[in-house]
């Protein structure tokens, strides 16, 4: 988030599409690069197999 000219400025990407064309991994790539870049970043996946925490090598706990 930034404040340009006193409005503060939220990019929010969305990947979409059919599956198996790589939007997890893209977005995952996209928010370690924002994050490095110091950015507040949050990334958010709706895929029920958790296919984001394979990404991260992180084990999702619900």
């Known amino acids: 988030m930034k404040i340009l000219g006193g409005v503060l400025r939220v990019r ?5 599409g059919k599956g198996g064309v790589g939007k997890t991994s893209l977005a995952a790539a996209t928010a370690v690069a924002s994050a490095a870049s110091g950015e507040k970043t949050i990334v958010v996946s709706t895929d029920a197999a958790h296919s984001l925490g394979d990404s991260f090598d992180l084990e999702l706990k619900l």
Do not use: H
């Open 12 to 16: 929010i990407i969305l990947y979409t």
